[in-house]
T-cell receptor, first 117, second 113 residues
Framework: AQKITQTQPGMFVQEKEAVTLDCTYD???????LFWYKQPSSGEMIFLIY??????QNATEGRYSLNFQKARKSANLVISASQLGDSAMYFC??????????????FGAGTQVVVTP | DAGVTQSPTHLIKTRGQQVTLRCSPI?????VSWYQQVLGQGPQFIFQ???????GRGNFPDRFSARQFPNYSSELNVNALLLGDSALYLC????????????FGNGTRLTVT
């Protein structure tokens, strides 16, 4: 069963606008972590932001913030003031802490973001 | 500090051949994970190694194997290559557990013809 769902295959956003990328997840593990990664066309995966299941506040990192709604199992990424360099594929991923394999992330299918001038 | 390094960057193999991919983690990271990313999809977990021991295995056939060396570098081996093995293979290193993110290398793009 799909554990991470990203329903937006692609989005266009104008420079300097904000954009929200949707992510819902499914787990019965009470302890888990949620990650967002950016993958430009070059292929590298760049870590953006992390939210732990017990964190009381939404995570923020510069222009990135995570809108964490635990009851809805939702972890949407908000990118403020979009820049042309933000054009990339964005992946939501989950780590379930109940396993001993912290190197295992489950990724969604990704959302392609294109920032236009 | 150097990030995660992977070699080679590109590789072309023929069906039935064997391939070895290499990865060096970030200095101080003892955990290495391998992922396969088929075009248009998210990465899929293959293996995790920590302190030279396998800590996790994804849903991949036994043709896939890996190992970790005393310096924490790692190799991924794939035997009897199939066309469907064509993908970007990503290596990631991390500190242990908690909120430690995975730091990925630039990947090895494998094409099987």
């Amino acid at each position: 069963a799909q554990k991470i769902t990203q329903t937006q295959p692609g989005m266009f956003v104008q420079e300097k606008e904000a954009v929200t990328l949707d992510c819902t997840y499914d787990t019965s593990d009470p302890s888990y972590g949620l990650f967002w990664y950016k993958q430009p066309s070059s292929g590298e995966m760049i870590f953006l932001i992390y939210q732990g299941s017990y964190d009381q506040q939404n995570a923020t990192e510069g222009r990135y913030s995570l809108n964490f709604q635990k009851a809805r199992k939702s972890a949407n990424l908000v990118i403020s003031a979009s820049q042309l360099g933000d054009s990339a594929m964005y992946f939501c991923a989950m780590r379930e802490e109940g396993t001993d394999s912290w190197g295992k992330l489950q990724f969604g299918a990704g959302t392609q973001v294109v920032v236009t001038p | 500090d150097a990030g995660v390094t992977q070699s080679p960057t590109h590789l072309i193999k023929t069906r039935g051949q064997q391939v070895t991919l290499r990865c060096s983690p970030i200095s101080g990271h003892k955990s290495v994970s391998w992922y396969q990313q088929v075009l248009g999809q998210g990465p899929q977990f293959i293996f995790q190694y920590y302190e030279k021991e396998e800590r996790g295995r994804g849903n991949f056939p036994d043709r896939f194997s890996a190992r970790q060396f005393p310096n924490y570098s790692s190799e991924l081996n794939v035997n009897a290559l199939l066309l469907g093995d064509s993908a970007l293979y990503l290596c990631a290193s991390s500190a242990r557990g908690g909120n430690s993110p995975l730091h990925f290398g630039n990947g090895t793009r494998l094409t099987v013809t």
